[in-house]
């Protein structure tokens, strides 16, 4: 009866164990599927919208810093865009979504974006902005909105899970600081987050386009900037090879060093 008992005690206990490593294998088994699902769902791609950079170590250099490049949407040298007009809710889920701002009817402002946006089409080469009417087919969505505060413009990118730009929401707010800004002032905010756009975190110093307090900078792309947005997404506009194929890589440097080039 002794010998019996402890063998039903052993049987008894090995079942105890392997169901409770089979329960931690299944826990273990769905989180793994739970995070591959949520990697690959757009929705819940990461974005970045806080370009403020520690330069302490960059005393009496004047940098820009360099945040991050643009993936497989870039690999045929293009960009679309998408001026919104300003009661389309950026978190609509219409489909349908048109903006009809263009260049045979449009204000101002909406004009100031699209002198911003050509003039950085211009000094890119290997880059084209290509404007279209749906949301959906833009890689980059800008709308205008009344500021509350002293903030002239913000861009968010989004990015997948290797961490490379998919899209960018860029918002232009048409006053602030208490007062209304001019059409030159609206066209410096747009090629500022343009230049967030293009993978360009800010610069340390006050005559670079991307100073973190705008009304302090200049609103003349320099030739920094063009190299910074080179260096950002390298692998595409430094890619003067033959090869169609895009391997697409990180920049090689997140800061960029302009005393020479201001």
């Avoid at 293009?78 to 809710?89: A, K, Q």
């Avoid at 960018?168 to 602030?176: A, E, K, P």
Wanted: net charge negative; glycine share 6%; with cysteine.
């Amino acid at each position: 009866m002794s010998v019996q008992s402890s063998s039903s005690n052993i049987y008894f206990h090995l079942g105890t164990v392997f169901m409770v490593v089979s329960i931690a294998v299944s826990i273990f088994v769905l989180t793994v599927i739970w995070k591959t699902s949520t990697d690959n769902n757009p929705t819940n791609n990461r974005y970045f919208n806080d370009y403020d950079t520690n330069f302490q170590d960059f005393a009496g250099h004047h940098v820009i810093s360099i945040c991050c490049t643009w993936g497989e949407e870039l690999a045929d040298g293009e960009l679309t865009f998408m001026i919104r007009e300003d009661d389309d809710d950026e978190d609509s889920d219409n489909q349908d979504s048109i903006g009809t701002l263009n260049r045979d009817s449009n204000t101002i402002k909406n004009e100031a974006v699209y002198d911003a946006i050509e003039e950085w089409d211009l000094r890119i080469e290997r880059l084209t902005f290509r404007e279209v009417q749906n949301k959906y087919d833009a890689d980059i969505e800008i709308r205008f909105k009344e500021g509350e505060s002293n903030v002239a413009g913000l861009t968010r990118n989004f990015y997948d899970r290797y961490g490379l730009i998919t899209k960018s929401f860029v918002t232009i707010y048409d006053r602030g600081f208490l007062f209304a800004f001019n059409n030159d002032q609206i066209e410096q905010i747009a090629k500022h987050e343009i230049g967030h756009v293009l993978g360009l975190g800010h610069a340390n110093f006050d005559d670079s386009l991307m100073v973190t307090r705008i009304h302090h900078g200049s609103g003349t792309i320099s030739d920094c900037e063009i190299q910074a947005v080179y260096e950002a997404n390298h692998w595409k506009l430094r890619n003067q090879g033959r090869d169609t194929h895009n391997h697409i890589y990180y920049p090689n440097i997140q800061y960029l060093e302009c005393n020479n080039n201001v």
